[in-house]
Each structure stands twice: as C-alpha cells, then as structure tokens.
C-alpha cells in the first residue's frame, strides 16, 4: 500500500521514529528526574508512572463521550496539555504536584483518544474533499492508533474508510488490498457492519476492475447483511450500486 505513496511513507516512518524516541525518552527521561529529586527511592517512580497511566485512563473514558467534530480543536487541546503537563513535572517541588502533573500531560496522549481525532480529522478532509492524500495518511495514523489501544473494531472501520477514500482516487489495488484486510479484520472481531460496509465498497471495486461475477457476490453479501442488521443506509446504497452492475453488464454484452 505504500509503495510509491510518498504520504503514507513520510507517516509510518515519521511514526515509528517518534514512537521509538518517546518509549524510551519517557521513562527513561522520568527515571532521572526521580533519581535527581528523590535519590535512591524507586517508589516515587512507580507512583508517577501509576499517575499517568491514570491519566491515560481517565483521558479516555472522557473524551469517548465527547464529540469529535472539531478535531484540530482537540488535538491541539491534546498536545497543548501534553506540553504543560511535562513543564510541570519539571518544576513541581513535591511528588503531589508531580502526579498531578504526569497526569495532566497523560490526559490527552492515549493512544486511542489519538487515533479517534486522527479518524475524525481524515473524515472532516475525505467528506469535504479537501485533501483525499492527506485523509489517507490521518487513517494510517487512527489505524495505527487502534491497533496500539487494541481496539480492533474501530481499526476494521479505519480500513474501510481508507479502502473507500482509494476508490475515490482510482488507486483500485490499494482499495481492494484495504477493503479485504478490512473484511478479514471484521470477521475476527465480529464487526458485522464494518463486515457488510466493506463487501460493499469491495463490491463497487470489483465492478471498476470488470469483474462483474464477484461484484454481484458482494453486494448480494453486503445487501442481506446490511438488511439483518437494519443497517438501511447502506441496504440503499448496496441497491443502487447493483444497479450499476446492470448496466455494467448489459454494457458488456452489447
């Protein structure tokens, strides 16, 4: 998928280096500022990590409540808190302060709380159509995100909408190669929506690429899931789509 895509390429090295930087700077970076302040007990290490995973947490179970229709608004939110956080774990003059501020910076750096402003942004560009390259690259990210979190449903999702926003763009095998990633992801999760949004848009990719027999299995698929699950949106948008395919085969046979 990243061959010869030098935006999908710039994010998952970018990524993987940072990512690989901050697992080490993090800790590494808190256990000397402990053993600077408080020489020789490792307690204090323990308590500070323990106060950012529950900001991590706590930054979760809230912001899965909140709405992401601003998400610029929130990742900058994100990384502002982050900053002030980690500048005050710097000067904090006791361990209270110190929790207190690990925890503010842990707040809005979940994996999971990223990768859903990441998922939120790469919608707000692909809907708009704004920038169809750089919604790819932001579901790379969300996808990436969801995996570290271990949501693997919302990950199935991810993979659906980048297989989509690669139809949009003509670039069929990325679509396709996304779209069955996504199925399979879906299946072993039990995702079923994502499952029948998937064979849909696979459906729509199999007709571009003239393959008509496989179009009609999923959409025929993607309509009676879509139908059990009372998912009509999507029943409509099946419908139509094998409305294409008919015309697409009267076409091929004149």
Same mark, same amino acid.
């Not at 992401?68 to 904090?92: E, H, K, N």
């Not at 879906?186 to 029948?196: E, M, P």
């Not at 698929?221 to 059990?228: C, D, V, W, Y």
């Given at each position: ?12 090295? #970018?990524?993987?280096?940072? #990512? ?71 000067? !904090? ?22 990768? +859903? ?11 708009? @159509? ?39 763009? @003509? ?15 879906? +299946? ?13 848009? +696979? ?20 309509? !009676?899931?879509?139908? #059990? ?26």
């Amino acid at each position: 998928l990243i061959k010869g895509n030098p935006p999908l390429k710039y994010v998952l090295y #970018s990524k993987a280096v940072a #990512s690989g930087c901050w697992n080490i700077v993090l800790p590494l970076g808190i256990a000397l500022l402990v053993q600077k302040v408080f020489p020789g007990d490792v307690r204090v290490y323990g308590w500070i990590l323990a106060a950012y995973g529950t900001g991590n947490l706590a930054g979760a179970l809230v912001l899965s409540n909140v709405s992401m229709d601003r998400p610029y608004r929130t990742m900058g939110l994100g990384f502002s808190l982050l900053g002030a956080g980690f500048v005050g774990l710097t000067l !904090a003059p006791n361990l209270p302060l110190m929790m207190l501020a690990v925890a503010l910076a842990a707040g809005l750096d979940d994996p999971w709380v990223r990768a +859903r402003a990441s998922h939120a942004l790469a919608y707000v560009l692909v809907e708009e @159509g704004a920038d169809l390259e750089a919604g790819v690259a932001r579901y790379v990210e969300a996808a990436e995100g969801y995996r570290r979190a271990g949501d693997l449903r919302r990950e199935a999702i991810t993979l659906v909408n980048r297989g989509a926003t690669f139809a949009t763009l @003509g670039r069929l095998a990325d679509a396709f190669d996304c779209l069955e990633l996504a199925i399979e992801l879906g +299946r072993a999760v039990g995702n079923h929506r994502s499952v029948a949004v998937a064979l849909e848009n +696979r459906g729509a990719v199999h007709r571009m690429l003239g393959d008509l027999d496989a179009a009609e299995s999923d959409l025929a698929q993607a309509l !009676a899931r879509a139908e #059990s699950l009372r998912f009509r949106r999507l029943a409509e948008a099946a419908r139509v789509e094998r409305l294409y395919l008919a015309l697409a085969s009267r076409a091929s046979t004149l």
